[in-house]
């Protein structure tokens, strides 16, 4: 029953080239710190990673794929990164774009044991109808497009088969943890992540605090011990803020 590992590195070890990887987050909040390290640390490669987005340049996923680590994104959202965009357009990185809502739900279904599902969500679009690039040759013409979807009509309105999304591991992170891996996100941090600790073969928790069993208060559990794996307690977490805006003082006091 006691899961907790040593550190990142020794959580993420034998993770093997070419795994299919979920990673929890929203932009650059609430994202597995110290496991993206670790990766990048031990250079595993050719890896296929789900997450909403893909970090920045130089933190989250992004320093991953800055060392060439990762063959292929399935993502919603990859505008903060412009090393993304240039190894995605010569050819170096497969991108699968997944309307926001849907990915969710795809990783929901994968965690709940459902294959697919139907949603009216990007219906007669390139999402349905494919033809999206996927992967691009080196001087810019495509050679993969996304692939055609089932379409049925319910009540008189039409809906786009989607599949379900699991992963080989996946990497979590959390604020307080306790050793049987049950799990307690904090505010916005939470997003994407408990439905990544559902549907992982195998699921990695860092958090930020690791308490006695029992400390948690049953009913504030947001994802049981059952779907964790390994847990460690993470160290020097930074919480970037992806983009920051501020005002000038005389602007502030006008206003």
């Not at 060392?67 to 399935?74: L, P």
């Not at 240039?86 to 926001?100: D, F, N």
């Not at 379900?164 to 904090?186: Q, S």
């Not at 990544?196 to 504030?220: N, Q, R, S, W």
Request: charged share 25%; net charge neutral.
């Amino acid at each position: 029953m006691d899961k907790v590992v040593k550190s990142a590195v020794d959580a993420v070890r034998d993770i093997p080239n070419g795994a299919t990887i979920l990673a929890g987050g929203f932009g650059l909040c609430g994202i597995p710190e110290n496991a993206i390290a670790a990766l990048r640390e031990l250079g595993t490669k050719d890896l296929v990673f789900v997450s909403n987005n893909c970090g920045v340049d130089d933190f989250g996923l992004g320093i991953l794929l800055g060392n060439k680590q990762i063959r292929k994104m399935i993502s919603s959202y990859v505008g903060e990164n412009k090393d993304f965009e240039r190894q995605y357009l010569s050819g170096e990185l497969e991108v699968e774009l997944v309307p926001q809502g849907t990915l969710a739900e795809r990783i929901r279904a994968g965690g709940a044991g459902i294959p697919a599902f139907y949603t009216p969500t990007g219906v007669h679009t390139a999402v349905s109808d494919g033809g999206m690039p996927v992967l691009y040759e080196k001087d810019g013409s495509v050679k993969k497009y996304s692939s055609k979807k089932e379409i049925r009509s319910f009540d008189g309105k039409d809906y786009v088969l989607e599949p379900a999304i699991t992963g080989d591991y996946a990497i979590v992170k959390a604020w307080k943890g306790d050793r049987h891996g049950n799990l307690v996100y904090r505010h916005t941090a939470m997003n994407f992540n408990p439905m990544m600790a559902t549907a992982g073969k195998v699921t990695i928790a860092e958090v930020e605090e690791l308490v006695p069993v029992g400390a948690l208060e049953p009913d504030h559990i947001h994802t049981p011990g059952i779907f964790v794996h390994r847990i460690f307690q993470g160290e020097r977490y930074e919480k970037r803020i992806e983009r920051r805006t501020t005002r000038a003082a005389s602007e502030q006091k006008a206003g």
